[in-house]
């Protein structure tokens, strides 16, 4: 027997980590009570949400945080080292073996964005990698970009350029930030100078 309104996986995941309404939960769990198809489904976006979070709390994933999860993990014990470069300036940095997240603030002026997308570039402004339509607050002031501790601490000396764009309705682009994190490598290992 198969399910004719399968549940979206994003939604599966939503409803997985408490992110939909109240009344959108129990429309999902009427549908997820009498469809095994779904619940089958729910459990592997379950078992992924789950490694997900563990990657985010271990500080090995890149995004980006909030305030509230990093006095969550600090609260936790957990050691953060946080860098914030001026806008349009940088930052020397480094990541130690007992640091558990790394953290770049990036002041920006919010209020105005629409859809803002954070780019990473290497020195020369060749974009590397992109988060689109990053979440945040337009009276924060700052974004607050998790870095990989994983990848950090295995990086060699090395220059990130951090870019915040607005992007428009029609995609056009404008630059409201950015920053460059000169970082050197403090562990020994490969790729150590
Ligand atoms: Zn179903």
């Given amino acids: 027997m198969s399910c004719e309104t399968r549940l979206d996986a994003a939604v599966l995941a939503d409803y997985w980590l408490g992110l939909v309404a109240e009344s959108e939960a129990e429309r999902l ?80 002026d919010l209020r105005e964005a629409r859809r803002v997308d954070l780019s990473l570039c290497d020195p020369l402004g060749k974009e590397q990698m992109r988060l689109a339509d990053i979440p945040f607050a337009a009276g924060a002031g700052s974004v607050l970009w998790q870095q ?24 056009e682009e404008r630059v409201l930030g950015e920053y460059t994190f000169n970082h050197t490598r403090t562990l020994p290992g490969p790729g150590a100078w």
Avoid at 44 to 59: D, F, S
Avoid at 90 to 107: F, K, P, R, Y
Avoid at 152 to 169: F, Y
């Fill in 29 to 108: 769990e009427e549908h997820l009570f009498g469809c095994e198809e779904c619940s089958a489904r729910l459990a592997r976006v379950a078992e992924m949400a789950e490694g997900v979070r563990r990657l985010a709390r271990e500080g090995s994933l890149l995004m980006v945080v909030s305030e509230s999860f990093l006095k969550q993990a600090a609260e936790e014990g957990k050691r953060i080292r946080r860098y914030d470069p001026p806008k349009g300036g940088g930052v020397q940095c480094t990541v130690t073996a007992e640091d558990d997240l790394l953290i770049g603030g990036l002041a920006v």
């Fill in 148 to 171: 990989s501790i994983t990848f950090a601490k295995a990086a060699p000396n090395s220059t990130m350029v951090a870019r915040l764009i607005d992007v428009g309705e029609a995609g």
